[in-house]
């Protein structure tokens, strides 16, 4: 079983989802050259399967059940967090 880490670019938007090997592990979301970025440790042999995640802001209410949380991202020098989290299939 090889693993390596791919990188996938986030838009900040209400909802997302991306094509993922089968049990690939978040590793960080961060920012990198201006762009937000999902960092994953995949099997490429796997099976792709779909990811849900959604970005919540701090004092943001969801009703939306949310798992793991991804990370976590300032926008306009801190003025805005944003958290990004999984949602379960």
Not at 55 to 59: A, F, H, K
Not at 83 to 88: A, C, D, G, T
């Given at each position: 079983m090889?693993?390596?880490v791919w990188?996938y670019?986030?838009?900040l938007?209400?909802?997302l989802?991306f094509?993922?090997?089968?049990g690939?592990?978040v590793l960080?979301?961060?920012?990198?050259?201006?762009d937000?970025?999902l960092?994953?440790?995949?099997?490429?042999g796997e099976?792709?399967?779909?990811r849900?995640?959604m970005?919540?802001?701090?004092?943001h209410v969801t009703?939306?059940?949310v798992?793991?949380?991804a990370g976590?991202?300032m926008?306009?020098?801190?003025a805005?967090?944003f958290?990004?989290?999984?949602?379960?299939a």
């Open positions: 090889t693993k390596v990188k670019p986030v838009p938007g209400p909802s989802s094509k993922m090997p089968r690939a592990e960080d979301v961060a920012r990198q050259h201006g937000v970025q960092w994953a440790l995949v099997d490429p099976e792709m399967e779909t849900t995640f970005w919540l802001g701090t004092g009703d939306v059940p798992t793991r949380h976590t991202i926008v306009d020098d801190g805005f967090v958290h990004l989290f999984e949602v379960p």
